[in-house]
């Protein structure tokens, strides 16, 4: 029974991802290293499940670690200037070779379906065309980088009518000149520049290292937040240069990748461990998810609830109505009174509320239900509510604030209320006392 009770419960939290998710652009970076991984077969069940689901997927290979293992077996010197390999005519070659084999493997295992699953026989379509332009890198500061190259122009029509006719994009990181040179580019140019002229939904990079967030794994702190803005990864590489941070190369580079995807056309880029099992499934169909997200603005927000929130309302407050910690309202009640109350919002889903009754004449107001979702106890949502109720007190004219609570009075006290008598509360409030409940009354000057 409580196997059958989670995965009901994880499918229900699931279900409107796999709704918004349909028919929207996901580009998925994918390197080298990850390639020649003996888990990379799960990854792709992964990716064919998305596809099943509506995703429509482009995926941008590297393949760095076959190009390197090319150029030893050929007893060939790897080049490099500024952090960027320089690719002569002869490493060019390897590079093709590697890049090309890399790019066949990768479209065989996407053209199976799941083994041992009703989808065992799914069929998946792999396309991959000239979508890239490509053009040099060019000689900097002396240094010409010959065949490397950067993306010029993203093909965008020809990936979308192939999109729409359901196939699964694969892109190398190989481009092309309009005079017929082969450059050789990185997995992370590809994606970043394919992402923003598709306008894509995500761009998602599967992390080589181990610097990654994990809400499941409690013995260690995070290398970075669950979350960031554009602004908040800009200041995260300036501590870098002050070496600071802590975070490795790679992560530090895709931050910047994150920032250039983010400001042009991408709306969230995601930073995930390709070392988690399922990383990419925890990540997108979990509201928490195990990576790092980045997008353009904040995903929080603590805003005025309106009359399409008391849905959410309801199920965030019944479970603590049920345990008597919250007094009960009604639907009907609470659309009344829903100019009450403020929510605290998290990307689209409302994670926390509260609300405020205003005594005019004494100069004074209430708090009550104050709530906020199980998953996000202790993280500071519940004090951030309770600055803004603060706030919207002292806006009003009011000085004072006080709450009736049962349950969480160790938590007033630490955030400034002490307790006083019923008789000090608005004689409306008096009259309207619950003696079966026998709350205990805090208040805090404001």
Not at 9 to 16: E, I, K, N, Q, V
Not at 126 to 135: M, R, W
Not at 268 to 279: F, K, N, Q, Y
Request: proline share 3%; aromatic share 8%; charged share 20%.
């Amino acid at each position: 029974m409580k196997v059958t009770a989670n995965f009901v419960a994880w499918f229900r939290s699931a279900a409107p991802y796999i709704h918004s998710f349909r028919g929207k652009i996901f580009v998925i970076g994918i390197s080298g290293e990850m390639v020649t991984d003996e888990n990379f077969i799960f990854f792709i069940h992964d990716i064919n499940l998305l596809a099943s689901l509506g995703v429509r997927l482009v995926l941008v290979h590297g393949a760095r670690p076959q190009i390197v293992q090319r150029l030893n077996e050929n007893q060939f010197k790897i080049n490099s200037a500024m952090g960027i390999d320089i690719t002569d005519t002869a490493s060019l070659q390897f590079a093709k070779e590697a890049i090309g084999r890399t790019h066949i493997e990768i479209e065989a295992l996407l053209s199976m379906g799941l083994p041992n699953s009703p989808m065992a026989n799914a069929a998946i379509q792999v396309a991959s065309g000239n979508f890239i332009t490509a053009c040099p890198f060019g000689v900097i500061n002396g240094v010409d980088f010959m065949h490397t190259g950067k993306v010029r122009k993203v093909n965008v029509s020809a990936i979308q009518n192939s999109l729409n006719q359901g196939n699964v994009i694969l892109i190398s990181s190989l481009g092309h000149s309009p005079t017929g040179e082969i450059f050789n580019l990185t997995m992370e140019n590809v994606a970043t520049e394919v992402a923003s002229a598709l306008h894509a939904e995500k761009l998602i990079f599967l992390l080589d290292s181990l610097d990654h967030h994990d809400v499941s794994r409690k013995d260690e702190e995070p290398s970075l937040p669950r979350e960031l803005t554009v602004a908040q990864c800009r200041m995260l590489l300036q501590n870098a240069e002050k070496t600071i941070s802590g975070l490795n190369a790679e992560v530090l580079k895709l931050l910047s990748y994150a920032i250039q995807a983010c400001e042009k056309n991408v709306a969230r880029t995601h930073l995930v461990s390709r070392h988690t099992d399922g990383a990419i499934l925890k990540e997108l169909f979990t509201h928490y998810g195990i990576g790092c997200m980045v997008s353009r603005e904040s995903l929080e927000s603590i805003r005025k609830a309106h009359i399409d929130d008391v849905g959410s309302i309801l199920q965030l407050i019944e479970p603590l109505e049920t345990e008597g910690i919250l007094v009960r309202r009604s639907r009907e009640l609470l659309e009344i009174e829903i100019s009450r109350f403020i929510v605290f919002e998290h990307d689209s889903m409302i994670i926390g509320c509260a609300a405020l009754y205003p005594f005019h004449q004494d100069e004074i107001c209430e708090l009550a239900c104050l709530a906020v979702h199980p998953a996000y106890r202790n993280l500071g949502y519940g004090n951030r509510l309770l600055k803004a109720v603060e706030e919207i007190t002292i806006s009003q004219g009011h000085d004072k604030l006080f709450v009736m609570t049962t349950h969480a009075t160790h938590w007033f006290i630490e955030h400034g209320f002490h307790e006083v008598s019923l008789a000090d509360l608005p004689k409306l409030k008096q009259d309207l006392y619950n003696y079966k409940r026998k709350s205990k009354v805090y208040m805090k000057s404001l």
